[in-house]
């Protein structure tokens, strides 16, 4: 019993650390999403889902170290360059993020020509790398590394990176996904659709430019970071999961809203 008790123990261990932005932050994400979906582009949707979207929010965490789909584990991040132009050169190997949503692009406009199996697979992708390409901390600025471990109040941090990954929880520990998605979704349908046209290549710069500030909260390296490094990152991480949230109606109103 104590030995079956220690597995389950790990394995809930194991799937909280693959989640991190990518549980409440992937599925607030989703839920912005969901909340301008067309009728027609929910009801496309239920042909190949008959259960929430947001179930599948970290699904490519969860399944990244696969056999069949280890390829995509160096889709989760992007590079920049020092104008916070997209830079696909250092990943050019493996891809990236906005590889990712290209391949996808590709697939789902014609998305009635593939097998179920493979439109499910284009939409887990959609759903995930929408969300990983808004996380500051996935975009890559040249000669920046964020995986330094450090201390947030006393707190020890597996990394800089991680403690991005996991902000929503940390700013929002109460809220449900749709509760906060509620909260984000602050727009009129003008601004809106500004926010959401372009490309995952536009997209990208407009991460760039906005999140650059989080090594002026906190400069490479640094042990013990700014104490109020939360608060300072509220506004920032509010308009990444909205923006994200836009973005990925946007295209699921595209693919599947005819």
Aim: with cysteine.
């Amino acid at each position: 019993m104590k030995k079956l008790f220690l597995v389950l123990l790990l394995s809930v261990c194991a799937t909280l650390a693959a989640e991190a932005w990518a549980g409440l932050g992937h599925k607030t994400v989703i839920a912005v999403a969901q909340r301008h979906l067309t009728s027609k582009t929910q009801e496309n949707i239920a042909r190949y889902f008959d259960y929430d979207l947001k179930q599948d929010a970290t699904w490519m965490d969860a399944h990244r170290r696969d056999d069949d789909i280890g390829y995509t584990t160096a889709w989760h991040v992007y590079s920049v360059d020092g104008n916070h132009n997209y830079d696909p050169n250092p990943r050019l190997a493996k891809g990236d993020a906005i590889h990712a949503l290209q391949v996808v692009d590709y697939n789902l406009r014609h998305y009635k020509e593939l097998s179920d199996s493979a439109v499910i697979m284009n939409v887990r992708m959609l759903i995930h790398f929408v969300g990983d390409m808004h996380c500051p901390v996935h975009c890559y600025f040249p000669g920046a590394k964020n995986n330094w471990p450090c201390k947030l109040n006393g707190e020890e941090i597996k990394s800089f990176h991680t403690l991005y990954d996991a902000m929503p929880s940390r700013l929002w520990p109460d809220l449900s996904p749709d509760e906060l998605a509620a909260q984000l979704d602050n727009c009129g349908a003008c601004k809106r659709n500004k926010i959401a046209k372009g490309t995952p290549v536009e997209w990208a710069r407009a991460t760039g430019d906005r999140c650059a500030v989080i090594y002026e909260i906190n400069p490479q390296q640094t042990k013990d970071l700014d104490p109020d490094t939360a608060e300072k990152s509220r506004e920032l991480v509010s308009l990444q999961l909205r923006d994200a949230g836009y973005r990925l109606a946007r295209l699921l109103n595209f693919y599947f809203g005819k």
